[in-house]
């Protein structure tokens, strides 16, 4: 496939974007929910701030319930999973039936995890099928540029989630660098004075995750 | 024929159909929603001998509607010979003056025609509908097969099958062969389309580029595919799936949002090829159904080797007085209606709805077709493991490009209500895959 349009640009960069915000945060909430088990009940609170995400919950359960599964919370994981399922499936003719079909195995997964009294099994499921699509994509998709355009929304969600959640200096360089590679391949307009200022803040002893947060989203000249 | 093998494994097969979203959506109570197809494993059984019959005449049928086509946008030597009175043909809604004097790519107005049939009981073949417009369901059966023998390979090993997962490459080689030098597209209204499945499916399979209007862009007389870098590359031939009306605002409804401005300025100047071709509903009207066995006698001096279900138009009086006589045995058909709306069984109408459709009837003669019920054989379908009969239809896909081909399968769709003869997947039918047997 040759000619890709910018509404095809637009939905490959959010998959990327999508299944990297659920596959981290879905992470995320494996340790919070563990944490929980122990009664520590305000353990959700912290959780929330990290991701800057509202505190709307009013208890340890609830938050196990609606974060999880309330298609109405906008910043529920299963709200991001159907805005990825929401893109891959008008990509089907460019990432292939099998790549989008990991994608609907992990809604089917979720949804089956809302009936469940552990739903953590089902959510491993989810995790997996969201790796099986990465592996896919690299696999499968014949066009470098199209891989890349994904590739790229997964790098900036992912600096994007790391900053917030204050991961390691190490982390934070080795995805401000899986990024500036990544994005000097593909076709997009972007910043490359952004990427420098990245490169020059994860390089800090003690890296300002605010300011990388606020560069990473301002990268890309389209798509934001 | 009966294969317990893949019988047994019905349920596999529709989690595989759920897991690469074979659905389609549906509106209810103005909400979107995507449902499953459900799927039975007995397939439709056509033996050789029968496919050959139905493929001669498919085509037969094919190549006649195709000439009608050409004939009424030009010379309509057919309505002067008396064949078809003009009054059917001008006020045919699917009638479009704008195609008048425009000859498409390749001289072929329906490249994609689905043909519904259905085998009555007395083993023959009717046929019931014929869509030139933007028939769709070919990639149902594509993909289920795919499935099935993935699930059961010893089937397919024991059967001589003609293989469907040709379908792409008809396809493919349909839009290539009207191709004026370009990208061939399949252009879709977008993802709350009931068919969008099949849109995004074979733009997979044919490498075709999946577009919606929004992604064209018409330029020196030219369709230009727009890149996200602001590139252009020139499109050839567009499979395109939204309806007339919406196709270009300039030209038909205004109102469109969907289609491309003057994306008809470019056909008309042989520029890009529209498949199907703007204008044909005019020969898959219900009212010129009927003349259809006609025109294979008028265009190709042949006689029809298939056959139109009994069909009375109450347009004329003396099918008027049939219709009247004889109301209770029939089923009415709204001609301006698809989807299996619009059909109204007359015995199964109450005294008062009679009398309301009669005398609609007497209003608006022109708008209703009256055929005789055809007594359609049965299939099994399997239901929590055990094998109930329903009715059952076949749609049966003929390409025309730089020839004419059946494809050797088809859709069989099925009611799943046992007293219900409307098959349609939006009320509620699943399908079936169409074996045809290569010896």
């Given at each position: 496939?040759?000619?890709?349009?910018?509404?095809?640009?637009?939905?490959?960069?959010?998959?990327?974007?999508?299944?990297?915000?659920?596959?981290?945060?879905?992470?995320?909430?494996?340790?919070?929910?563990?944490?929980?088990?122990?009664?520590?009940?305000?353990?959700?609170?912290?959780?929330c701030?990290?991701?800057?995400?509202?505190?709307?919950?009013?208890?340890?359960?609830?938050?196990?319930?609606?974060?999880?599964?309330?298609?109405?919370?906008?910043?529920?994981?299963?709200?991001?999973?159907?805005?990825?399922?929401?893109?891959?499936?008008?990509?089907?003719?460019?990432?292939?039936?099998?790549?989008?079909?990991?994608?609907?195995?992990?809604?089917?997964?979720?949804?089956?995890?809302?009936?469940?009294?552990?739903?953590?099994?089902?959510?491993?499921?989810?995790?997996?099928?969201?790796?099986?699509?990465?592996?896919?994509?690299?696999?499968q998709?014949?066009?470098?540029?199209v891989?890349?355009?994904?590739?790229?929304?997964?790098?900036?969600?992912?600096?994007?989630?790391?900053?917030?959640?204050?991961?390691?200096?190490?982390?934070?360089?080795?995805?401000?660098?899986?990024?500036?590679?990544?994005?000097?391949?593909?076709?997009?307009?972007?910043?490359?004075?952004?990427?420098?200022?990245?490169?020059?803040?994860?390089?800090?002893?003690?890296?300002?995750?605010?300011?990388?947060?606020?560069?990473?989203e301002?990268?890309?000249?389209?798509?934001? | 024929?009966?294969?317990?093998?893949?019988?047994?494994?019905?349920?596999?097969?529709?989690?595989?159909?759920?897991?690469?979203?074979?659905?389609?959506?549906?509106?209810k109570?103005?909400t979107?929603?995507?449902?499953?197809?459900?799927?039975?494993?007995?397939?439709?059984?056509?033996?050789?001998?029968?496919?050959?019959?139905?493929?001669?005449?498919?085509?037969?049928?094919v190549d006649?509607?195709?000439?009608?086509?050409?004939?009424?946008?030009?010379?309509?030597?057919?309505?002067?010979?008396?064949?078809?009175?003009?009054?059917?043909?001008?006020s045919?809604?699917?009638?479009?003056?704008?195609?008048?004097?425009?000859?498409?790519?390749?001289?072929?107005?329906?490249?994609?025609?689905?043909?519904?049939?259905?085998?009555?009981?007395?083993?023959?073949?009717?046929?019931?509908?014929?869509?030139?417009?933007?028939?769709?369901?070919?990639?149902?059966?594509?993909?289920?097969?795919?499935?099935?023998?993935r699930?059961?390979?010893?089937?397919?090993?024991?059967?001589?099958?003609?293989?469907?997962?040709?379908?792409?490459?008809?396809?493919?080689?349909?839009?290539?062969?009207?191709?004026?030098?370009?990208?061939?597209?399949?252009?879709?209204?977008?993802r709350?389309?009931?068919?969008?499945?099949?849109?995004?499916?074979?733009?997979?399979?044919?490498?075709?580029?999946?577009?919606?209007?929004?992604?064209?862009?018409?330029?020196?007389?030219?369709?230009?595919?727009?890149?996200?870098?602001?590139?252009?590359?020139?499109?050839?031939?567009?499979?395109?799936?939204?309806?007339?009306?919406?196709?270009?605002?300039m030209?038909?409804?205004?109102?469109?949002?969907?289609?491309?401005?003057?994306?008809?300025?470019?056909?008309?100047?042989?520029?890009?090829?529209?498949?199907?071709?703007?204008?044909?509903?005019?020969?898959?009207?219900?009212?010129?159904?009927?003349f259809?066995?006609?025109?294979?006698?008028?265009?190709?001096?042949?006689?029809?080797?298939?056959?139109?279900?009994?069909t009375?138009?109450?347009?004329?009086?003396?099918?008027?007085?049939?219709?009247?006589?004889?109301?209770?045995?029939?089923?009415?058909?709204?001609?301006?209606?698809?989807?299996?709306?619009?059909?109204?069984?007359?015995?199964?109408?109450?005294?008062?709805q009679?009398?309301?459709?009669?005398?609609?009837?007497?209003?608006e003669?022109?708008?209703?077709?009256?055929?005789?019920?055809?007594?359609?054989?049965?299939?099994?379908?399997?239901?929590?493991?055990?094998?109930?009969?329903?009715?059952?239809?076949?749609?049966?896909?003929?390409?025309?490009?730089?020839?004419?081909?059946?494809?050797?399968?088809?859709?069989?769709?099925?009611?799943?209500?046992?007293?219900?003869?409307?098959?349609?997947?939006?009320?509620?039918?699943?399908?079936?895959?169409?074996?045809?047997?290569?010896?």
């Open positions: 496939m040759g000619i890709i349009s910018v509404e095809q640009t637009d939905r490959l960069y959010w998959l990327g974007r999508y299944t990297e915000r659920v596959y981290t945060t879905m992470r995320l909430y494996f340790t919070t929910y563990d944490t929980m088990i122990d009664r520590i009940a305000r353990e959700y609170s912290a959780f701030r990290k991701l800057d995400i509202p505190d709307i919950y009013e208890s340890g359960d609830d938050f196990c319930r609606r974060y999880a599964f309330d298609e109405t919370d906008e910043n529920s994981m299963i709200s991001n999973l159907k805005r990825a399922y929401d893109n891959a499936i008008v990509l089907r003719e460019e990432i292939g039936s099998e790549a989008l079909s990991y994608i609907q195995l992990a809604i089917y997964e979720i949804q089956k995890a809302s009936g469940s009294a552990a739903p953590l099994m089902e959510f491993q499921r989810v995790l997996d099928n969201l790796m099986a699509f990465w592996g896919i994509c690299d696999d998709i014949a066009s470098e540029n891989r890349n355009i994904l590739k790229v929304g997964k790098r900036i969600e992912r600096i994007d989630l790391y900053g917030r959640l204050h991961r390691s200096r190490e982390e934070l360089g080795r995805e401000v660098h899986r990024l500036s590679g990544r994005i000097e391949r593909c076709n997009l307009k972007y910043r490359k004075d952004i990427v420098e200022q990245l490169t020059e803040l994860v390089q800090a002893e003690e890296p300002d995750c605010r300011a990388i947060v606020s560069a990473v301002q990268i890309l000249e389209v798509c934001a | 024929m009966y294969d317990m093998d893949l019988c047994d494994r019905t349920d596999t097969i529709n989690e595989l159909l759920a897991r690469y979203g074979v659905k389609f959506g549906i509106y109570n103005n979107f929603k995507e449902q499953l197809f459900p799927f039975d494993a007995i397939p439709r059984v056509i033996g050789k001998q029968e496919f050959d019959m139905l493929e001669r005449g498919l085509r037969q049928r006649a509607l195709n000439l009608f086509l050409r004939d009424i946008y030009s010379e309509k030597k057919i309505i002067r010979d008396g064949i078809v009175p003009e009054d059917f043909v001008y045919s809604s699917g009638y479009l003056v704008q195609c008048e004097g425009v000859t498409p790519p390749g001289g072929i107005y329906s490249h994609i025609s689905g043909i519904d049939l259905v085998k009555g009981r007395d083993g023959e073949w009717y046929i019931l509908e014929d869509n030139l417009r933007v028939p769709s369901g070919a990639s149902y059966p594509m993909i289920a097969r795919a499935l099935c023998r699930c059961s390979p010893r089937t397919f090993q024991q059967y001589h099958l003609e293989d469907n997962r040709n379908y792409a490459e008809l396809l493919k080689e349909t839009m290539d062969a009207v191709n004026t030098g370009g990208l061939n597209v399949i252009l879709t209204p977008g709350y389309n009931a068919a969008y499945f099949e849109h995004s499916y074979l733009a997979e399979k044919t490498g075709a580029h999946l577009a919606n209007g929004s992604e064209l862009t018409v330029e020196d007389n030219k369709l230009f595919l727009v890149g996200y870098s602001g590139k252009k590359e020139r499109v050839g031939a567009v499979y395109r799936r939204i309806s007339d009306e919406y196709l270009d605002p030209t038909f409804n205004p109102e469109s949002v969907i289609g491309i401005p003057h994306i008809y300025d470019v056909y008309r100047a042989g520029n890009v090829a529209l498949l199907n071709a703007p204008g044909n509903g005019v020969a898959d009207d219900k009212g010129i159904y009927y259809v066995s006609k025109m294979i006698r008028y265009y190709l001096d042949q006689e029809p080797v298939l056959y139109n279900a009994p009375y138009l109450p347009f004329y009086d003396d099918d008027y007085q049939f219709v009247l006589d004889h109301f209770d045995r029939l089923v009415l058909k709204d001609v301006a209606e698809a989807g299996g709306y619009g059909v109204v069984f007359a015995d199964k109408m109450t005294k008062a009679k009398e309301d459709f009669l005398a609609l009837l007497a209003r003669r022109r708008r209703f077709i009256a055929q005789e019920v055809i007594d359609f054989e049965d299939l099994d379908i399997l239901e929590e493991n055990c094998a109930v009969s329903r009715k059952a239809d076949l749609r049966a896909f003929v390409l025309s490009g730089k020839e004419t081909k059946v494809w050797k399968s088809g859709l069989t769709r099925f009611s799943r209500n046992p007293d219900s003869f409307i098959v349609n997947s939006s009320q509620g039918g699943g399908f079936k895959d169409t074996w045809v047997l290569s010896q």
